[in-house]
T-cell receptor
Framework: GDSVTQMEGPVTLSEEAFLTINCTYT??????LFWYVQYPGEGLQLLLK?????DKGSNKGFEATYRKETTSFHLEKGSVQVSDSAVYFC??????????????FGDGTTLTVKP | DAGITQSPRYKITETGRQVTLMCHQT?????MFWYRQDLGHGLRLIYY???????DKGEVPDGYVVSRSKTENFPLTLESATRSQTSVYFC????????????FGEGSRLTVL
């Protein structure tokens, strides 16, 4: 079945540091890829997405590029802020899945940014 | 207000009791989902629904029951709660199936004593 593997956390960075959170996936079909963010006490919300190979999703200074050859979708940000402290989830939606329509999530990576 | 709302936000119950978590969305999205979030497991799909009166099992359906008589509501029932069902439960909806963005509720934190 489909799976998403994320870099283990927690990750602690100083403000203005560079962020990378690795994400790789396995899928039956040609999936769409997502990054969701969960702020403390809240539900998840979409951060960015990409639907085909070499697409780059971007939002709020975060970027991720759909790499089909390496089955990866790593999240990056050039300069993190304290307000970026949250849990980040990589996810996929696979048309080849027998339960097409659902999304599969990674375990989440907790990011803490210190002033 | 438009959106997706879950109730109750917090619930403490005892082993063996029946518990229902409610989920309501105002967008008329076709797809609705229930996930549970546990440390070390990320989000795991319990049940999902592609439309009213259509539901299907996800990854961890045992011990749970769902119904979808109306498009906007998707309640999740724990028929006889167990301690292993202590978790945070998230309801989500999506306008489309594959490739669609999920919109999440704020979660329901359930503790089973």
């Amino acid at each position: 079945g489909d799976s998403v593997t994320q870099m283990e956390g927690p990750v602690t960075l100083s403000e203005e540091a560079f962020l990378t959170i690795n994400c790789t996936y396995t899928a039956t079909g040609y999936p769409s890829l997502f990054w969701y963010v969960q702020y403390p006490g809240e539900g998840l919300q979409l951060l960015l997405k990409a639907t085909k190979a070499d697409d780059k999703g971007s939002n709020k200074g975060f970027e991720a590029t759909y790499r089909k050859e390496t089955t990866s979708f790593h999240l990056e940000k050039g300069s993190v802020q304290v307000s970026d402290s949250a849990v980040y989830f990589c996810a996929l939606s696979d048309p080849g899945d027998t339960n097409a329509g659902k999304s599969t999530f990674g375990d989440g990576t907790t990011l803490t940014v210190k002033p | 207000d438009a959106g997706i709302t879950q109730s109750p936000r917090y619930k403490i119950t005892e082993t063996g009791r029946q518990v229902t978590l409610m989920c309501h969305q105002t967008w008329s999205h076709s797809y609705m989902f229930w996930y549970r979030q546990d440390l070390g497991h990320g989000l795991r799909l319990i049940y999902y629904s592609a439309a009213a009166d259509i539901t299907d099992k996800g990854e961890v359906p045992d011990g749970y029951v769902v119904s979808r008589s109306k498009t906007e509501n998707f309640p999740l029932t724990l028929e006889s709660a167990t301690r292993s069902q202590t978790s945070v439960y998230f309801c989500a909806s999506s306008e489309q199936g594959v490739g669609g963005e999920l919109f999440f509720g704020e979660g329901s934190r359930l503790t089973v004593l």
